[in-house]
């Protein structure tokens, strides 16, 4: 008994078309007019041009007139919100008082608590001086004996 094996398709290999790796190069244009390159002091702030600056002018006005809408809307929904209901106010002769109704009470002053601490420190001893370095010895040891004076000066 032969098991059916799920839906498979296939093609045959071909070659993938060939393309360059960069782009083409553009032809030769002026570095004047090209708006990639930055003229004057890269540390200086960019300045608009002048027909830039009144649709600047104006999308600032616009955000303005925005946040107005948008403060003038919160304000009506504030103004709309029910209120919630207070506690009222205590029968005559008693008072309402502040209770701390959470799991763990903890002591509610006006005074911050303080603490004196002191510690003492050892005395430093003396460091004990460094060993004279003396480098390991490598190689072996030769010597050569002179009998006579090595130069002779008065030539």
Not at 19 to 46: C, L, V, W
Not at 129 to 135: D, E, G, M, N, T
């Amino acid at each position: 008994m032969q098991q059916q094996q799920p839906y498979s398709y296939s093609t045959a290999p071909r070659a993938v078309r060939p393309h360059g790796k960069f782009r083409e190069p553009e032809p030769y244009q002026n570095m004047m007019f090209d708006r990639r390159i930055i003229r004057g002091s890269t540390y200086a702030p960019r300045s608009l041009p002048l027909a830039t600056q009144a649709d600047a002018i104006n999308l600032v006005k616009e955000a303005e007139r925005r946040k107005r809408k948008l403060r003038t809307r919160k304000l009506n929904m504030q103004q709309t919100v029910p209120v919630v209901p207070r506690t009222p106010e205590p029968v005559p002769g008693r008072k309402h008082a502040q209770l701390q109704t959470e799991q763990y009470l903890e002591e509610l002053s006006d005074k911050v608590p303080e603490f004196d601490v002191s510690t003492q420190t050892d005395m430093f001893m003396d460091r004990p001086p460094s060993p004279l370095f003396i480098p390991a010895k490598t190689g072996v040891d030769a010597e050569t004996q002179i009998e006579d004076d090595l130069f002779d000066f008065d030539y």
